[in-house]
């Protein structure tokens, strides 16, 4: 599996931007999906998951109510709908992928634990 992370930006706060993770491979509906980001001088974190058909989807705490994750099987792309951005917010995002198993569900905010990543997107929220 092979992914592509795209939609990053300039925003102001307040605003929004979705990100995409297009994915090549026939197999990707069997592959769990999580966002994780990384700010300027600090450690990578989890964002939000996916499961492989959409049915269990998790968020960090300072996300919640303001980004929604989702998926289109047939177009092998996952979506990080990210809105009321906050400055806070900046980051480089990556997208990554794993086998949907009973682990992964269980990990899925575990960075180690996936074994493909995307190149990353810069988003940048302005105040």
């Known amino acids: 599996v092979q992914l592509q992370a795209s939609g990053g930006g300039l925003v102001q706060a307040g605003g929004s931007l979705r990100l995409s993770c297009a994915a090549s491979?026939?197999?990707?509906?069997?592959?769990?999906v999580a966002w994780f980001r990384q700010a300027p001088g600090k450690e990578r974190v989890f964002v939000s998951f996916?499961?492989?058909?959409?049915?269990?989807?998790r968020y960090t705490d300072s996300v919640k109510g303001r980004f929604t994750i989702s998926r289109d099987n047939a177009k092998n792309t996952v979506y990080l709908h990210m809105n009321s951005l906050e400055p806070e917010d900046t980051a480089v995002y990556y997208c990554?992928?794993?086998?949907?198993?009973?682990?992964?569900?269980?990990?899925?905010?575990?960075?180690?634990?996936?074994?493909?990543w995307g190149q990353g997107t810069l988003v940048t929220v302005s105040s």
């Open positions: 990554a992928a794993e086998l949907d198993t009973i682990d992964t569900r269980s990990r899925y905010y575990t960075s180690n634990i996936y074994e493909y």
């Open positions: 491979g026939r197999t990707f509906s069997r592959h769990a």
């Open positions: 996916i499961s492989g058909n959409g049915g269990r989807t």
